[in-house]
């Protein structure tokens, strides 16, 4: 009596498996997504003015920046300041710069 295999075939239901919990994973991740907050006039300029301080006075910046829907936050010295592309660079301790675009700017602290 010789048994019947199906071989390969009774496999092929779970090979769908990864993909779905890859699905779920990204589907958790955009649920913890937070909106981009609206920034006013005063306090765009508010901004600029500390960053037009922390850079004549070189003091260290604590930057809270949104980048793909998550909030991170960035330390250094603001080293460059591109007005027309309104663009901040931050320079580490450790000497790598960081380039934060204005408008994704939360918050900005100087230490």
Not at 82 to 108: M, P, Q, S, T, W
């Amino acid at each position: 009596m010789s048994i019947r295999d199906r071989g390969k075939i009774k496999w092929l239901p779970a090979s769908f498996m990864p993909l779905q919990f890859k699905m779920i994973r990204e589907m958790y991740k955009e649920d913890e997504m937070q909106n981009k907050p609206e920034i006013d006039v005063y306090e765009i300029g508010v901004l600029e003015n500390k960053i037009h301080h922390a850079m004549e006075y070189a003091q260290f910046v604590n930057v809270k920046v949104r980048r793909d829907g998550f909030f991170h936050d960035y330390q250094g010295r603001v080293c460059r300041l591109d007005e027309i592309r309104k663009d901040i660079y931050l320079k580490n301790n450790e000497g790598h710069a960081e380039k934060i675009k204005f408008i994704d700017i939360k918050e900005l602290d100087i230490i």
